[in-house]
């Protein structure tokens, strides 16, 4: 490798030569923007930056781009591995503005997203003494014909029976914001939004007795000003 320093005016270093640069640095001047390069080739080449006690603070894979924090081996794109709490922090200090978490899908293309398809997926896992097996998720996914202007979506809430490793649907709100438990909603009843309990299901409400703790399951019926319960005529 050879280390090359430019003119005063461009007041450029790099290492190996400017025209294939393993590291280049340039303060830049006034018509021409500074930069940082590293392995612009793109050669399989490990980038590593360490910290007080910790190996690889930040670790970039050479052979994919995939970057780690906390560890060598990153096996995503991202991958933030740690002993002790591995905590994310957005924080924004503003009158108007808001922290926000944005997951954008489109087919190749890119084309138009399909009915079922996954848009974002939040599972958990956890370890079982050999393996790490998902407990649960989240999806969000279409949920109808997608096209310009419209895009229909559902949430759809996922857990692991005790005693397996395969996680199955167990509540879903679909985008006409009808709502299934261990079901598929209803999505029939035109004007009406619905609640389906699969299996063997039971609406239980387990309060002390005293005066306002009820339950009041209505059919045809509307709360009158004067504070009662009349049915619809």
């Known amino acids: 490798n050879k280390l090359y320093f430019r003119d005063e005016t461009n007041k450029d270093i790099y290492i190996n030569s400017p025209a294939a640069e393993t590291l280049g640095l340039s303060a830049g001047n ?6 940082v390069t590293i392995n612009e080739e793109g050669f399989d080449t490990d980038f590593r930056v360490e910290a007080s006690g910790v190996a690889n603070a930040l ?23 740690g002993t002790s709490n591995v905590d ?24 138009v997203v399909t009915d079922n398809q996954d848009i974002v997926a939040i599972q958990g896992y956890g370890y079982d003494g050999s393996a790490y097996q998902e407990a649960a998720s989240i999806l969000m996914e279409v949920d109808g014909t997608a096209a310009s202007g419209d895009m229909p979506g559902r949430i759809a809430f996922y857990t692991t029976a005790d005693g397996g490793t395969t996680s199955s649907e167990a509540m879903r709100i679909d985008s006409a914001q009808n709502v299934g438990i261990n079901q598929v909603p209803f999505d029939t009843y035109a004007g009406y939004t619905t609640l389906r309990v699969g299996g063997s299901g039971m609406l239980m409400v387990d309060t002390a007795a005293a005066a306002g703790d009820v339950t009041i399951l209505g059919h045809n019926t ?9 049915y619809v005529s």
């Open 59 to 81: 670790f970039v894979q050479g052979s994919d781009g995939a970057v780690g924090i906390g560890t060598d081996a990153p096996a995503e794109k991202l991958h933030i591995y």
């Open 88 to 111: 994310l922090r957005m924080q924004i200090v503003a009158d108007a503005d808001v922290n926000r978490l944005q997951f954008y899908r489109a087919k190749a293309g890119p084309a």
């Open 222 to 230: 509307h709360f009158d000003t004067d504070g009662s319960w009349e």
């Open 30 to 35: 006034a018509t021409t923007a500074g930069f």
